[in-house]
């Protein structure tokens, strides 16, 4: 599967932004998928993720409250709405796509597939 990314800018702390991940192929529905973020000098970090059916979403405690995840698997897409920006949220976001289901779905060792990433600034 191919993953794009997409939705990142510039926004002032306390502002919102869409982040979209469209994949290729015709079993999106089969993988878990997930949002990680990497911020210079820093390790990719877990942020969010959400099961195959959508019917189950995880959050990082740095962003519970104001991120959600959702897919629309009809359009082969996934979804990171975040709300109330903060500075530190400031990094490249990238969303990962995995096929098994068996790992830890907050380690990014789990995902096989990832998209290019888009940065998101938030200016205080």
């Known amino acids: 599967v191919q993953l794009q990314a997409y939705g990142g800018g510039l926004v002032q702390a306390g502002g919102s932004l869409r982040l979209s991940c469209a994949a290729s192929g015709r079993t999106f529905s089969s993988y878990r998928m997930g949002w990680f973020r990497q911020a210079p000098g820093k390790e990719r970090e877990f942020v969010a993720a959400?099961?195959?059916?959508?019917?189950?979403?995880y959050f990082a405690d740095s962003v519970k409250g104001r991120f959600t995840v959702s897919r629309d698997n009809a359009k082969n897409t996934v979804y990171l709405q975040m709300n109330s920006l903060k500075p530190e949220d400031t990094a490249v976001y990238y969303c990962a796509a995995d096929p098994g289901a068996y790992g830890s779905i907050f380690s990014p060792r789990t995902y096989d597939y990832w998209g290019q990433g888009t940065q998101v600034t938030v200016s205080s």
């Open positions: 959400i099961s195959r059916s959508g019917s189950s979403t």
